[in-house]
């Protein structure tokens, strides 16, 4: 779709919210899947925002997050911001749930 498209989308929209989603299936036996996702809530913005940092993907020029301060895109978050995105993401991400669930069988 890319960032281009998704503003071309949502031109003269007010509510701009949106999801970050990341998931990690594992599969065993005959039809047995589990699941396990990665929501992070947040908004897009109006347009793409300046690059500070080499990007994950595209969709950090766009895709702000509602827990960084002071209506930052995911590209253009300080460190602090950044060290504060990557510890909730490490203690909430798709990984540590499967991990979490996987040892308690």
Request: glycine letters at 6%; a positive charge.
């Amino acid at each position: 779709l890319g960032i281009k498209n998704i503003l071309k989308m949502l031109k003269g929209v007010k509510d701009r919210r949106a999801e970050w989603r990341m998931t990690v299936a594992y599969s065993w036996g005959k039809g047995k899947v589990k699941s396990f996702t990665f929501i992070e809530k947040g908004e897009i913005a109006s347009a793409p925002r300046l690059k500070k940092r080499k990007p994950m993907s595209d969709y950090w020029y766009i895709y702000i997050p509602k827990m960084i301060k002071n209506n930052k895109a995911l590209i253009e978050m300080t460190k602090d911001d950044l060290k504060d995105w990557q510890e909730y993401y490490a203690t909430n991400n798709q990984f540590k749930k499967f991990g979490e669930w996987f040892v308690g069988q």
